[in-house]
């Protein structure tokens, strides 16, 4: 699997499918998840309503897709990231399984290109250097013979620097 890195706007990545750091309502918010909302267009949102409808909020670790909308992706797969409130264990298992969902969903909608945010990094907290950690882990250890490249699209300088490195090892 190829892996690359680009400091951006996830919105304008032209991709099989990019991943939204949800929350666990589905119905948007800040950050990305209002970033994606907004340039993807009343699509997604109404296909987050059906998806709660049928099941409720999407737990935490867990991944459900939508249509991309306006967005030049293909499809959004919404994923809901943890809460840093400091119990390491927890809550890195928890981001751990944002990535394996993700990737796991792509799978099934035969997706070969993916693009990634910096998940829970923003008004979650989690620690940046932690996460980076865990999401390239992830994306290294998972074998796909559909999913061909994952791309990290990193908002701003630190997580950008912060993957750069994690990639070099």
Same mark, same amino acid.
């Given at each position: 699997?190829?892996? *690359?890195?680009?400091?951006? +706007? ?6 099989? /499918? ?12 800040? @950050?990305? +998840? ?11 949102? +109404?296909?987050?309503? *059906?998806?709660?409808?049928?099941? @409720? ?14 967005? %030049? ?6 994923? &809901? @990231? %943890?809460?840093?409130? @400091? ?14 969902? /993700?990737?796991?969903? /792509? ?9 990634? %945010? ?7 907290? #989690? %620690? ?10 992830? &994306?290294?250890? #998972?074998?796909?013979?559909? &999913?061909?490249?994952?791309? #990290?699209?990193? #908002? +701003?300088? *630190?997580? *950008? ?9």
């Amino acid at each position: 699997m190829n892996i *690359e890195l680009i400091k951006g +706007d996830i919105t304008k990545i032209q991709t099989d /499918a990019i991943v939204n750091a949800a929350n666990s309502s589905l119905l948007g918010g800040g @950050g990305v +998840d209002g970033a994606i909302h907004r340039a993807g267009g009343k699509q997604i949102l +109404d296909e987050c309503i *059906e998806i709660r409808n049928r099941q @409720g909020k999407c737990k935490t670790g867990e991944a459900v897709a939508t249509t991309g909308g306006n967005l %030049p992706a293909k499809y959004v797969i919404h994923t &809901v @990231g %943890p809460v840093w409130n @400091g119990n390491e264990g927890k809550e890195s298992k928890l981001l751990a399984n944002c990535y394996k969902s /993700a990737l796991k969903l /792509a799978e099934s909608l035969e997706v070969k290109t993916i693009a990634f %945010p910096n998940i829970s990094t923003g008004v979650y907290r #989690f %620690p940046k250097e932690l996460a980076g950690k865990i999401a390239v882990e992830e &994306v290294k250890n #998972f074998k796909s013979a559909i &999913v061909e490249k994952v791309i #990290f699209v990193c #908002f +701003d300088n *630190e997580n *950008e620097e912060i993957y750069r490195k994690l990639l070099e090892e």
